[in-house]
């Protein structure tokens, strides 16, 4: 060791309790030859901070940056993340000794304020997307040039990266987020762009776009998800990473050539959100109790059905999570994987390179599982691997595309699968819905007893907010595994059912409208085919 070299022993053994030895430990730090970022994360943990890398996917949420003017936040390189309970606002900070500044930080919102390192050069680049968005209005003025007439790649790939694009791209993305989107339209017209946002399940517009402004934006889009640019022909299909406050965001995007130009549609999955505990699902108890005697079965298919968006993976997830141990060997194989489960083997299909779900379904049968969860059936090998899985020893689920339980099973059987096979190894069917629930701030009971929707702040006045779910269980019985093999039709097989206690997607709406969680309406809209 060289004479004047700084030799630092374990944070420990520091006193850090004024602003001077914060400073004089940092100094000593640096003259040991420690990076910025190795000297932050080191006294992070000394200080007992947290330590986040904001890297370019990192959105702030915007209510609380508006809390903190912006020559102030970029003065001081500071970054308001979050309002948390109890009167506290998450900051991160690029250096820890802003006493000062925090104290008038504290004084002016009259808050609690918790300091996050982070790096400086991810500060300025955090700073300048938080404080960007001045309004589609403003980004619009910005976007001076007809960009209509960017044909070349080169010129839409350095329009696409311009501040004024980002800055709109950004922002729609920071909304979709605020209100809980768990979609986004980008729909051409002759007049420009419409954008829209799914929110509990409807479509609402939010802004459009003119025309002249397309190119570029959907150019970014692409950009983002990794796409070709220079192809807008045939659809394509990518996905965005997003890190916005704690949360991480999956965005599966697919554009299609329309007769106004690219279309794109963005699905938004949030890792931290999914509902993986099986008592969250919203069954009834009884329904719960039998839904995970179901899916304790040793062998046999048990299918989820109901239209895209209507929860099926959730609570396809949900029971894998409920039912997995160290003694059960669980294989997936799905297109996409929405959310990663610890302790569950998830195969990614790919049909490009021939890893179709039939190909995947073989190559987990020689992995000695004990279940198996098809994301979906979608023809008659698949059904007829999971089926014959089932008959060998495997617990087998999947979803289908059917509007009720009982068209599930006569649906395999229309797809080729022999009803001599599938009355004994099919050990149930459900489907399902999701609702719109009644916002608990505003909801109100009426003269004849019934929950109406009335609209408040809390709902931005649609009287409703987040989602629940209605369900149709079916279990095989004997009698119903007879008129499998009989031939029977979907509504001989339901009409048996309810003899034996089935509740239909109706009927357990209805029970949810009467205790006040939706609205007669809203069971009515979504579940009137039953």
Known sequence: MQEN??????????????????????????????????????????????????????????????????????NHLLLPLAKEQDGVVRVAVATPFLGTSVSEMEQALDMTVHMVLAPADNLVDALERAYSGEGMEGVFTSLDEDLDSL?????????????????????????????????????????????????????????????????????????????????????QDGRIRLKMEQSDYDIRVASTPTVFGEGVVMRILDKSSIKVDISD?????????????????????????????????????????????????????????????????????????????????RSILRQDPDVIMVGEIRDFETAEIAIQ??????????????????????????????????????????????????????????????????????CDGSGYKGRLGIFELLINTPAIQTLIQNGASAADIGAQAQKEGMRTLLQDGLAKAAKGLTTEEEVYRMAQDN
Not at 20 to 42: F, H, M, P
Not at 307 to 324: D, E, R
Request: net charge negative; with cysteine; hydrophobic share 40%.
């Open 5 to 74: 070299e700084i030799k630092l022993l374990p944070p420990t053994f520091y006193d850090l309790s004024s602003p001077d030895r914060i400073r004089g430990w940092w100094q000593r730090v640096r003259q040991a030859g420690e990076s910025e970022q190795d000297a932050l994360k080191s006294t992070a943990e000394l200080l007992g901070l947290e330590w986040m890398e904001l890297d370019k996917t990192y959105l702030a949420e915007p209510g609380v940056v508006q809390l903190v003017p912006e020559n102030f936040a970029k």
């Open 151 to 235: 044909d070349d790649v080169e010129d839409l790939r350095d329009m696409a990266q311009a501040a004024p694009v980002i800055r709109l791209v950004n922002n729609t993305f920071r909304d979709a987020i605020a209100q809980g989107a768990s979609d986004i339209h980008i729909s051409p017209y002759e007049d420009g762009l419409e954008i829209r946002f799914r929110v509990d399940g409807i479509l609402h517009v939010v802004n459009t776009v003119p025309r002249k402004y397309q190119a570029a934006i959907i150019s970014r889009i692409k950009i983002m998800s990794n796409l070709d640019i220079a192809e807008r022909r045939i659809p």
């Open 281 to 361: 699902v919203g069954f009834e108890p009884d329904m719960l109790e039998t839904w995970k005697s179901l899916v304790h079965r040793p062998h046999g298919a048990i299918l989820v059905t109901g239209p895209t968006g209507s929860g099926k993976t959730t609570t396809l997830y949900a029971s894998l999570n409920y039912i997995k141990s160290p003694e059960l060997k669980i294989i997936t194989t799905e297109d996409p994987v929405e959310y990663q489960l610890r302790g569950i083997d998830q195969i990614q299909v790919n049909p490009k390179v021939g890893l179709t779900f039939a190909a995947a379904l």
């Open 389 to 458: 899985s089932s008959l060998t020893g495997h617990l087998v689920l999947s979803t289908l595309h059917t509007n009720d339980a009982p068209t599930a099973i006569t649906r395999l059987v229309e797809m080729g699968i022999a009803p001599y096979l599938a009355a004994p190894t099919l050990a149930g069917a459900m489907a399902q819905r999701l609702l719109r629930r009644l916002c608990s701030n505003c909801k109100k009971q009426g003269a004849d007893g019934k929950w109406q929707a009335v609209g408040c702040e809390v």
